[in-house]
Nanobody, 124 residues
Framework: QVQLVESGGGLVQAGGSLRLSCAASGRTFRSYAMGWFRQAPGREREFVAAISWSGGTTEYADSVKGRFTISRYNAKNTVYLQMNGLKPEDTAVYYC?????????????????WGQGTQVTVSS
């Protein structure tokens, strides 16, 4: 089973940027779609972005479309989430996850492996 480790979270002012990284172990990384989810205090985990196994297709939540960009570098077993124009409502723990499917998906049940999460805090 793949292991996922997120990094890159932190504290940033509104309007700022962060880039999250998720490093995966194992040889299955390049075979499946990957995704980012987030969970704010007192709220359910929600979909943020997903990318197909090849990187050719992406999906985004409406709340982040145009501000966030998901990408992957299969040769390094890494998926990224570039976050620009951050808002206080983006504050959450961000989780990387590996899907059991090839194509990008926003359904949490399609993801079987999850990282431990990285905290992103956006101050106003």
């Amino acid at each position: 089973q793949v292991q996922l480790v997120e990094s890159g979270g932190g504290l940033v002012q509104a309007g700022g940027s962060l880039r999250l990284s998720c490093a995966a172990s194992g040889r299955t990384f390049r075979s499946y779609a990957m995704g980012w989810f987030r969970q704010a205090p007192g709220r359910e985990r929600e979909f943020v972005a997903a990318i197909s196994w090849s990187g050719g297709t992406t999906e985004y939540a409406d709340s982040v479309k145009g501000r966030f960009t998901i990408s992957r570098y299969n040769a390094k077993n890494t998926v990224y989430l570039q976050m620009n124009g951050l808002k206080p409502e983006d504050t959450a723990v961000y989780y990387c996850a590996q899907s059991s499917k090839l194509s990008a998906t926003r359904t949490p049940d399609d993801f079987g492996s999850w990282g431990q999460g990285t905290q992103v805090t956006v101050s106003s």
